[in-house]
């Protein structure tokens, strides 16, 4: 009777190979640019970590260039659940989490270095908690990039050649106000709708870091490109507090470390578009304005700067601001 045990042995283990397989979970993922970009290699990285150390139990399914709806419309379903997890820029954040506002204040950091160290500081640790009592876990801060101002119609040297351009702006109050002060005719728009605007010349610009107007294609619609940076834009990981609460502590755990590695991979993605952007928009004959005097764009917004400390508290804004 050795083989016929054996063989149950070997039934057993197959069985038991196999129950994992069964209890698969799969969640779905979404970002508004194209895979081959920044938050593409987050979003991937993020799906392949979680498989990776759920031992396959749960796989994450990567949607790209919008295909489940722009940004707002990913984060409502987030929140109402209809899809676990979204990796998007701040930009229609503040619309469901206001305490996020603060972090899209144009000028508010000096680089991506500084930014970083305040996401990942006790200042953005603390930013992620609010997102809670909203439905949703937010498992880490990711990044955009530093926004740069791009148009058709002129070159950008200072803020009065932004004065009475029609640009399309993310569906942000931070930024709409901002951009009005430096004279801009704001338009908000969804992010999938953006390069058929700038096409059939809907809108005259738009803003966005090298990554995403690389990823985009924008050169094809935009003849110049001026690197104002002047927005940090932060990107975040999104996933249905339901469905986080559901995971076991270890695999809650999991998640939240695939997150992390999926950041590491984000930002240096970020920092490569950003060393070869220029050249490579230039090969494809953007114009590009690479040193405008920041000052003056800083400056024409000290009416805004008032409005803004008003509205955030001056503290708080300086807390970031002079974070080391
Ligand atoms: O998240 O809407 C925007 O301009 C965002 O920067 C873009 O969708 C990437």
């Known amino acids: 009777m050795k083989t016929p045990t054996r063989l149950l042995a070997a039934l057993g283990l197959a069985l038991g190979l196999s129950l994992p397989a069964l209890a698969q ?11 081959n970009s920044h938050q593409g290699v987050a979003i991937d990285t993020f799906a392949r970590e979680v498989e990776k150390r759920t031992g396959g139990r749960y796989k994450v399914q990567g949607f790209y260039s919008g295909s489940l709806g722009g940004e707002r419309e990913s984060i409502e379903a987030v929140q109402l659940g209809t899809q676990e997890l979204t990796f998007s820029s701040t930009g229609p954040v503040p619309n469901f989490v206001p305490e996020a506002r603060i972090l899209d204040i144009p000028f508010l950091f000096r680089d991506k270095a500084h930014a970083r160290a305040v996401l990942d500081g006790a200042i953005g640790q603390d930013m992620l908690k609010p997102f809670e009592s909203k439905g949703f876990k937010a498992l880490a801060w990711g990044e955009n990039g530093v926004r740069h101002m791009t148009n058709s119609k002129r070159a950008v040297n200072s803020p009065d050649d932004l004065k009475g351009l029609k640009m399309r702006t993310m569906e942000n109050p931070v930024h709409v106000a901002a951009y009005k002060g430096f004279g ?21 610009g738009q803003e966005n870091p090298l990554s995403v107007i690389m ?5 094809q619609v935009q003849k110049h490109l001026t690197l104002t940076g002047h927005v940090y834009s932060p990107a975040i990981f999104l996933m249905n507090k339901g469905a986080f609460d ?50 003056k764009f800083q400056a024409a917004l000290t009416p805004v700067y008032a409005e803004f400390e008003k509205q955030f508290g001056k503290a708080n804004i300086d807390r970031i601001r002079n974070a080391r």
């Not at 993922?29 to 895979?35: D, H, L, T």
């Not at 990823?215 to 050169?219: D, G, P, T």
């Open 184 to 204: 801009i005719i704001t338009t908000p728009m969804a992010f999938p709708e953006v390069f058929t605007a700038l096409q059939q010349g809907t809108v005259d």
């Open 246 to 295: 559901k995971l076991s502590a270890a695999d809650k755990q999991h998640f939240l470390d695939a997150a992390k590695e999926a950041v590491k991979a984000n930002r240096a993605r970020v920092d490569e578009d950003d060393a070869k952007g220029v050249a490579e928009l230039r090969a494809k004959g953007m114009q590009v304005v690479e040193n405008p005097d920041k000052s």
């Open 25 to 35: 979970t799969t969640m779905k993922i979404s970002i508004s640019v194209a895979q």
């Open 215 to 219: 990823a985009a294609k924008f050169e």
